[in-house]
């Protein structure tokens, strides 16, 4: 899934402080998400999937791990029904 189809999800993860799931999202997270927001060029790069967390990202923003949890096990398989 690209970042383009992941939008609604990443834009209520920033309104609502919250991942998917539910879990809180730090200050850092919020700013890595509203760059992948902003980056509007990028729209077509994939979006990523942290399995800890479950927060959906930008996989340009996520070199060392998950931005929120520091989790490493990552996935681009991100499901239709993980998304909004």
């Known amino acids: 899934m690209n970042i383009l189809d992941s939008i609604p999800t990443m834009r ?4 609502f ?3 998917p799931t539910g879990r809180a999202i730090t200050d850092d ?3 890595f998400l509203e760059a992948a927001l ?3 060029k990028n729209y077509e790069s994939e979006a990523i999937k942290c399995l800890n967390c479950n927060l959906i990202q930008s996989s340009l923003l996520v070199p060392e791990g998950c931005v929120n949890c520091g989790g490493k096990d990552l996935t ?3 499901k239709d029904n993980d998304v909004l």
């Open 29 to 31: 997270a919020i700013a």
């Open 38 to 40: 902003s980056d509007e």
């Open 17 to 19: 402080r919250k991942t």
């Open 76 to 78: 681009t398989d991100i």
């Open 12 to 15: 209520a993860e920033v309104a």
